[in-house]
């Protein structure tokens, strides 16, 4: 759940759009059914533009908490292939966030305050990076099924009616391919090398089977708002059939290595076609996401020093005449 | 140029193990600046001059295989600090950004020039791959250079900071041009000029850009070069960053990564 929208199963339409202009909502419904694109200098509904920062600025504070986890794997890295290779990754994970932090700011939110709001917690980002990563196999397991699942949301999203905010999608999606590759060749290395390696990725794969689970976030209640929101096409597609996606894809071939997922109950109904699984731990979902995780602390604090370490070199940009004018329609 | 005799293979190792270790240590220290730099463009450019260094020593332990070393890997990840020799520069922690940024500075600019001395080297192979360094550490110089300018006018406070990094660092950046054993053959043998070719290059590159920023090197206490590390003689914070550069690899150096 890298980023999504903030659904309330109570809102009914005419209360989400009760202030707005109907012919201009009318004009603007339109031209979404008509696969248009809308740009920052568009009219937009305010739950349109609330909930796309909300989700993009979600997205980017992903991008770079994420970071931390792998980054801190760069400088033990094995071998020139694998450092430089999980480099040039981490560092596209941060490119990702810079293009997603001005994909928001055209909706009319400063980075600085995105990432204010992250620090102080106001902010969320994806809760699977509030667990830790514990060894090598643990960072080659977020390589290729962390960013399995990223891609999935992602390329979901990415047919969505924001115009910054897909393109952003496109081109991140693009690289995020690589990075699938090269998780994937990673864990194959580990999975058919030596039995301490074979261990190694075992264990980690169990560690983050549950944090996998929940990365779609719960099932979803179809509500008058997550209606508007998907005829919006702000939310593409429902949780449950992105995490149905996911498994999918990758169970078969997490399985085709010779590893095991920690579910006695994971298989696939042949009948509905739909994967069948113990049902996660949603109120663990639920205390990582309001800061009680493993790593909330950690990874919130790290980016406070990093942010409050880097404040001279920021202010020392600024030109003394020149005022911020915000990028908005 | 094929290698005439066993004293110029020595010399030429010699000169490609440093130049390797600088590079591969720097570029590690620069990497751990990812996630974390002050803003997320400076994040993003230390990782690319980092993925540069550390593929330039990749290149460089190659050609050093070529002449009988052990592979790349092998000779990065698995000698202790004793068989290294960077500079003692290259080993210290990141610091603070203007730190960081000030021993960018002044080595990359010693980089640049050693690579446009060696694409003249009669060493060929060395040579070739030289002239594609050139083209990365031009963007290092350039972007060392814009931040040096900016920062050292920006404010008191930026201006301060970069002045005290340059004063902790100056002696630190005299270590880069320790001489070893086999300067004469090297330049003998047109291998390279030199590093006292290289450190009067490199002071008429620099010294003019620190002027114009006003930023002074004094002539009380900094010009004593911190020399020891082409020997092997290193500061405690070296062994930590190979014990932790290795902790991987070292669980099992034979098996595939």
């Known amino acids: 759940m890298y980023g999504n929208a903030d659904i309330d199963p109570n809102l009914k339409i005419h ?45 980017a504070h992903s991008e770079i908490i994420g970071a ?89 999203n990415a047919k969505g009616s924001y115009g910054p905010y ?28 030596t039995a301490v390696q074979r261990i190694s990725v075992q264990k980690a794969i169990n560690r983050w089977w549950p944090p996998l689970m929940h990365f779609f976030g719960p099932p979803d209640s179809i509500s008058e708002h997550s209606v508007i929101l998907m005829r919006w096409k702000v939310k593409m597609a429902s949780n449950e059939d992105m995490r149905q996606q996911f498994m999918d894809m990758y ?79 | 140029m094929d290698f005439f005799n066993e004293q110029q293979v020595l010399a030429a190792k010699e000169l490609l193990y440093k130049i390797a270790d600088d590079h591969l240590i ?18 993003i450019a230390f990782s690319s001059m980092a993925q540069d260094k550390i593929g330039q020593s990749e290149h460089l332990y190659n050609l050093l295989h070529d002449l009988g070393e052990a592979d790349a890997d092998t000779v990065a990840f698995t000698r202790n600090k004793g068989q290294f020799h960077c500079c003692q520069m290259v080993e210290l922690p990141i610091g603070t950004y203007d730190f960081s940024l000030v021993r960018h500075f002044l080595f990359d600019f010693a980089a640049a020039v050693r690579f446009d001395l060696l694409a003249e080297s009669s060493y060929e192979n060395l040579a070739k791959i030289v002239k594609k360094y050139r083209g990365e550490v031009k963007y290092h110089t350039m972007h060392a250079n814009t931040w040096m300018m900016q920062l050292s006018a920006a404010n008191e406070e930026s201006h301060t900071r970069i002045q005290n990094s340059l004063n902790e660092l100056w002696n630190q950046a005299l270590g880069m041009f320790e001489e070893g054993p086999y300067e004469g053959i090297l ?33 009380v206490n900094y010009w004593k070069p911190v020399n020891g590390g082409r020997a092997g003689q290193h500061t405690e914070h070296l062994q930590p960053l190979l014990d932790e550069m290795c902790e991987v690899f070292s669980t099992d150096p034979s098996a595939e990564w």
């Open chain 1, 15 to 59: 209360s989400i759009v009760a202030d707005e202009d109907p012919i201009k909502l009318a004009a603007f419904e339109a031209r979404i059914a008509a696969a248009d694109k809308i740009e920052p200098r568009d009219w937009m509904p305010k739950e349109y533009r609330r909930q796309l920062i909300r989700m993009i600025e979600q997205h």
């Open chain 1, 68 to 156: 931390l986890p792998e980054g801190t794997w760069i400088t033990r890295a094995p071998g020139f292939r694998r450092k430089l290779a999980l480099m040039a990754k981490v560092q596209d994970e941060v490119g990702h966030a810079q293009l997603l932090y001005s994909a928001a700011e055209t909706l009319g939110k400063t980075r600085e305050a995105m990432i204010n709001d992250l620090i102080s917690g106001k902010s969320k980002y994806s809760n699977i990076f509030n667990y830790p990563a514990p060894t090598w196999a643990d960072s080659a397991v977020i390589a290729w099924l962390v960013d399995a699942g990223a891609i999935i949301n992602q390329t979901t």
């Open chain 1, 166 to 193: 897909v393109r952003a999608l496109e081109r991140i999606c693009y690289e995020e391919s690589f990075h699938l590759k090269y998780g994937h060749d990673n864990v194959v290395h580990l999975a058919t090398g």
């Open chain 1, 251 to 329: 169970v078969p071939k997490i399985w085709d290595l010779g590893l095991t997922l920690p579910d006695p109950k994971l298989s696939k109904n042949k009948e509905t076609g739909l994967w069948e699984y113990t049902e996660p731990d949603w109120a663990e979902f639920k205390r990582v996401i309001n800061g009680d995780g493993p790593c909330n602390k950690e990874r919130l604090a790290v980016r406070k020093m990093a942010e409050e370490k880097g404040r001279w070199v920021r202010h020392a940009l600024l030109r003394k005449d020149a005022e911020y004018v915000t990028p908005l329609a």
């Open chain 2, 26 to 43: 720097l570029g590690h220290r620069n990497s751990e600046w990812t996630g974390l730099g002050p803003l997320l463009e400076e994040d």
């Open chain 2, 187 to 219: 330049k003998e043998s047109g291998i390279f000029l030199g590093e006292k070719v290289l450190k009067e290059r490199w002071l008429s590159v620099v010294l003019p850009l620190l002027e114009k920023y006003g930023l002074t090197v004094s002539a």
